[in-house]
């Protein structure tokens, strides 16, 4: 799915947001409403984010083929990668 977009996470692991504990952040920002919820505090002037995204796996559990489930991950895939290409703008003060 990632490599179709030029990006290779074979060798990527998702780390516990205590393996990060000392390491100063300027913005946190949270994707799914579950990680909003259970946000850390961060010590410092941190700003913290939530842009919430349609969760893959929900969405594909009721498709009716391998093809419709790969669409909601194609989508959800792409709304974060045009999320990203648009900061700094979401980050700036209103």
């Known amino acids: 799915m990632m490599a179709e977009a030029g990006v290779d996470i074979r060798n990527q ?3 516990h947001i205590d393996d990060l ?3 100063p952040f ?3 920002i949270t994707v799914c409403d579950h990680a ?3 946000c850390p505090v961060f010590p410092g002037e941190v700003a913290v984010i939530h842009r919430p995204f349609d969760d893959p796996p929900s ?3 009721d498709a009716e083929t ?3 489930a790969l669409r909601h ?3 959800v895939r792409d709304e974060i990668r045009d999320y990203a290409e648009s900061l700094p703008g979401p ?3 209103a």
Request: hydrophobic letters at 35%; aromatic letters at 8%.
């Open 13 to 15: 692991q998702s780390q």
């Open 73 to 75: 991950y194609r989508r």
């Open 21 to 23: 504990s000392g390491i």
């Open 66 to 68: 391998e093809e419709d």
């Open 26 to 28: 300027d913005f946190v």
């Open 36 to 38: 909003a919820e259970r």
């Open 59 to 61: 969405l594909a559990a």
């Open 91 to 93: 980050l700036e003060p």
